[in-house]
């Protein structure tokens, strides 16, 4: 039982992926051999056994033939898997180890005791195999959703095309009961669509003509036009595939510690085994069938079957229940490290607000009116990827104003951006970016004025100084108050790390219950913040969604992005992603961690008890090689059933 999880070349090779899994025997039209063949070796095993039993006492030659017949059926999986592990990685294994005291006891006269071993033995692997096979069902179940063909609709005709030949910019056709086969913005048509597969709500949403849909979600009673966004293997439900296998393979910390400690525990009970069928005969002058009858026993209780089951489990159990609350963690080593969190760093655009900015205030400057200011900024702002950026051009766009396209355009990182217009140099950003002799009184003035509101400004200027002054504002996430308040309930501060005014930060921090709060960042600034809560601390999980998060998410401990919003980088240097955006669930991220980490700590516990007291049971008492066969598997079986507990 212990071979799945050596090491993480031979867990991935005996657990093959989602992907592989959908493909093969987890399916229903996989052979019934791949699917079945180890619970029912396991249990014609069980069936000879009894059958030998039972004729034992009339004719002994038949019932050691079918004694030997169980070896071999109930072994042949655990003794492939042993003698692999010997010859290819140069290791030893519990199964050989299984293995040897089997044919051990039988040596001795006791075929019953070894072919019992062998049998629970196989069961235990049996069960092993169906528990991991729980962890991945809700991903190999998810791999199901993805959508094979699209109805690309084009030049007034439907044609029915494989996902991977659709092109951004494409228009798909999606009737109603249809998977959405990629990324994209509804063109035209409305419906609900049910997004399980992405956020983990099963509640339907609307859709219509602008809004934004996801492949591998379900469409509702409506057909949808929509032009496609991205490329198949580029989709959120393509990246959240992506995601999971990487948190299966990944292996936590405790789990590549008890993989060592396995590997120098293995050959010590080997030597102990080989001391006490040599030692206690001349030393103790015990008979050479009780030694090594007590040395078979000691071989079976202390093998650490169930103290190297005791994370793994129950770890990808964890993960299995967080992608279905859309909650996607890359690693074990992530549950383990949000467990211990005291410091959630948020970043404010895009985490703590919503990320759309309204334009709310224009005050011109140098005789502009505020018609051509407004389009002076939104050409300038036209190429710019930035939120307020997009919100200038959006305003610019609903009251009907006409832009033009700067040249040399350069992106100040953290500050605005500085382009050419007409032959003119402007700069765009914030107030801090200006020259200190364009700020008259009556400009600062304006601009403590609306950070004071709570307002963010931006300030445009050319050669001859200020030319305008503009103010946006973010509104809070709804459920910001509530995800913090419940945070700073579990003992967790809070702290809010953003590139905006002083005065801008304060407010939205004291709208939202944040006592932390470091305000006119760069992105460098942020990795130097979260080094400093690191110290002060300890373990720190940052949440963010940007480019420029991205440095601060992989120096936290844990890095949390927003999978909807964030961006690519985001994306791929997080440690965990909220599928739909929803900050609310980092505390049940978190309390997720913690129960995942209690649960291992308590079949760890339990798991070197049993072995201690069946080695002790066996040296002071004596103790039949049946009961401790079934105690040592009876608490690998259990120690995996406790941490199936964490698939609800």
């Known amino acids: 039982m212990i071979s799945s999880f050596n090491t993480t070349d031979s867990y991935v090779k005996d657990n093959p992926s989602p992907q592989e899994n959908a493909a093969s025997g987890k399916r229903k039209d996989a052979p019934w051999l791949q699917r079945y063949g180890e619970a029912a070796a396991a249990l014609a095993s069980g069936i000879l056994i009894a059958a030998a039993w039972s004729i034992e006492q009339f004719s002994h030659p038949w019932a050691v033939a079918l004694y030997l017949l169980a070896f071999v059926v109930g072994g042949y999986v655990k003794t492939k898997e042993g003698l692999q592990t010997l010859f290819q990685e140069r290791d030893l294994d519990v199964n050989l180890l299984m293995v040897f005291a089997a044919i051990g006891a039988a040596s001795i006269g006791y075929w019953t005791e070894g072919a019992v071993l062998i049998f629970i033995f196989s069961l235990s692997g049996a069960l092993e195999s169906y528990t991991m096979a729980r962890s991945h069902r809700d991903i190999a179940a998810l791999m199901d959703l993805k959508p094979e063909t699209a109805v690309l609709y084009r030049d007034g005709e439907e044609t029915t095309v494989a996902i991977e030949q659709l092109e951004v910019g494409d228009i798909v056709l999606v009737k109603p009961g249809e998977r959405i086969p990629a990324d994209g913005t509804v063109t035209e048509g409305a419906s609900a669509v049910n997004q399980a597969s992405i956020t983990g709500e099963s509640i339907p949403v609307d859709k219509s003509s602008g809004d934004e849909v996801f492949a591998g979600t379900l469409n509702g009673p409506g057909a949808l036009f929509v032009q496609v966004s991205q490329t198949s293997e580029s989709t959120l439900f393509a990246k959240i595939i992506r995601l999971v296998q990487e948190a299966q393979s990944e292996m936590p910390a405790s789990q590549r510690f008890i993989e060592r400690f396995e590997r120098i525990y293995a050959r010590s009970i080997v030597l102990v085994t080989l001391l006490l069928i040599l030692?206690?005969?001349?030393?103790?002058?015990?008979?050479?069938?009780?030694?090594?009858?007590?040395?078979?026993?000691?071989?079976?209780?202390?093998?650490?079957?169930?103290?190297?089951?005791?994370?793994?489990?129950?770890?990808?159990?964890?993960?299995?229940?967080?992608?279905?609350?859309?909650?996607?963690?890359?690693?074990?080593?992530?549950?383990?490290?949000?467990?211990?969190?005291?410091?959630?760093?948020?970043?404010?655009?895009?985490?703590?607000?919503?990320?759309?900015?309204?334009?709310?205030?224009?005050?011109?400057?140098?005789?502009?009116?505020?018609?051509?200011?407004?389009?002076?900024?939104?050409?300038?702002?036209?190429?710019?990827?930035?939120?307020?950026?997009?919100?200038?051009?959006?305003?610019?766009?609903?009251?009907?104003?006409?832009?033009?396209?700067?040249?040399?355009?350069?992106?100040?990182?953290?500050?605005?951006?500085?382009?050419?217009?007409?032959?003119?140099?402007?700069?765009?950003?914030?107030?801090?970016?200006?020259?200190?002799?364009?700020?008259?009184?009556?400009?600062?003035?304006?601009?403590?004025?609306?950070?004071?509101?709570?307002?963010?400004?931006?300030?445009?200027?050319?050669?001859?100084?200020?030319?305008?002054?503009?103010?946006?504002?973010?509104?809070?996430?709804?459920?910001?108050?509530?995800?913090?308040?419940?945070?700073?309930?579990?003992?967790?501060?809070?702290?809010?790390?953003?590139?905006?005014?002083?005065?801008?930060?304060?407010?939205?921090?004291?709208?939202?219950g944040i006592d932390l709060v470091y305000a006119e960042l760069l992105p460098e600034d942020k990795v130097n913040r979260v080094k400093e809560l690191k110290q002060t601390y300890g373990n720190v999980a940052m949440v963010g969604d940007g480019v420029n998060d991205a440095p601060a998410l992989a120096t936290a401990t844990v890095g949390i992005a927003m999978g909807a919003a964030g961006s690519d980088a985001a994306l791929e240097t997080a440690d965990l992603v909220l599928m739909n955006d929803d900050i609310e669930k980092i505390a049940a991220a978190i309390t997720l961690g913690q129960r995942t980490r209690r649960i291992v700590k308590q079949n760890i516990v339990f798991a070197i008890s049993v072995i201690a007291l069946l080695i002790c049971a066996n040296f002071l008492e004596g103790l039949a090689l049946p009961l401790g066969v079934v105690g040592h598997e009876g608490s690998t079986i259990l120690v995996i059933l406790n941490g199936l507990r964490l698939l609800r």
């Open 279 to 512: 030692v206690p005969p001349f030393l103790l002058q015990w008979s050479w069938n009780d030694t090594f009858y007590k040395a078979m026993v000691f071989l079976v209780v202390a093998s650490p079957c169930a103290l190297v089951a005791s994370i793994m489990p129950a770890m990808l159990s964890a993960i299995s229940n967080g992608a279905r609350k859309g909650l996607l963690f890359k690693g074990g080593a992530h549950l383990e490290h949000l467990a211990q969190t005291k410091v959630i760093a948020f970043d404010k655009t895009g985490t703590l607000t919503s990320g759309r900015p309204q334009v709310t205030d224009l005050i011109a400057c140098q005789g502009y009116g505020e018609k051509e200011m407004l389009r002076l900024a939104a050409s300038i702002e036209s190429l710019s990827e930035h939120p307020l950026a997009k919100a200038i051009v959006q305003t610019a766009k609903e009251r009907g104003i006409e832009t033009d396209r700067p040249t040399e355009l350069t992106s100040l990182t953290g500050w605005g951006v500085q382009a050419e217009l007409h032959g003119e140099v402007w700069k765009i950003g914030k107030p801090t970016l200006m020259e200190e002799s364009m700020m008259t009184q009556d400009i600062k003035t304006a601009v403590h004025r609306l950070e004071e509101q709570g307002k963010t400004v931006v300030l445009m200027a050319n050669t001859r100084g200020i030319a305008g002054v503009i103010a946006l504002q973010d509104s809070i996430r709804p459920q910001a108050k509530a995800a913090i308040a419940e945070l700073r309930k579990k003992g967790i501060k809070v702290a809010m790390l953003t590139g905006d005014q002083q005065r801008t930060a304060r407010a939205i921090a004291d709208e939202a």
